[in-house]
């Protein structure tokens, strides 16, 4: 059984950080990309970032360039958003996800993952 759980939301003012983190187990976490994805309220679920098994390799939106960051540490099955100079545009529920075996979908497209974890809010406050 996959299991994601993310933490480290909350509501910060414009401009402000937050640090993301979702533990991940019943999969061999070090064998897998990873995903950032946010959903706010009436819009569709968003790519954020995602990052290759290694953590070589990273892709984020155009939106969060520069300003987020992803990361992995395999050794603790965990993998982070670096979140700085929020914006209220990125109010959202953000949710880490885990990609298909052999998926042939772009990590940028929730079609290619097949975990979820329950999602954690993050409310930029203008």
């Known amino acids: 059984q996959v299991q994601l759980v993310e933490s480290g939301g909350g509501l910060v003012q414009t401009g402000g950080s937050l640090r993301l983190s979702c533990a991940a187990s019943g999969r061999t976490f070090s064998t897998y990309a990873m995903g950032w994805f946010r959903q706010a309220p009436g819009k569709e679920r968003e790519f954020v970032a995602a990052?290759?098994?290694?953590?070589?390799?990273?892709i984020y939106a155009n939106s969060v360039k520069g300003r987020f960051t992803i990361s992995r540490d395999n050794a603790k099955n965990t993998v982070y958003l670096q979140m700085n100079s929020l914006k209220p545009e990125d109010t959202a529920v953000y949710y880490c996800a885990t990609p298909k075996p052999r998926t042939t979908y772009s990590l940028t497209s929730t079609s290619g993952y097949d975990y979820w974890g329950q999602g954690t809010q993050v409310t930029v406050s203008s």
């Open positions: 990052i290759t098994w290694s953590g070589g390799s990273t």
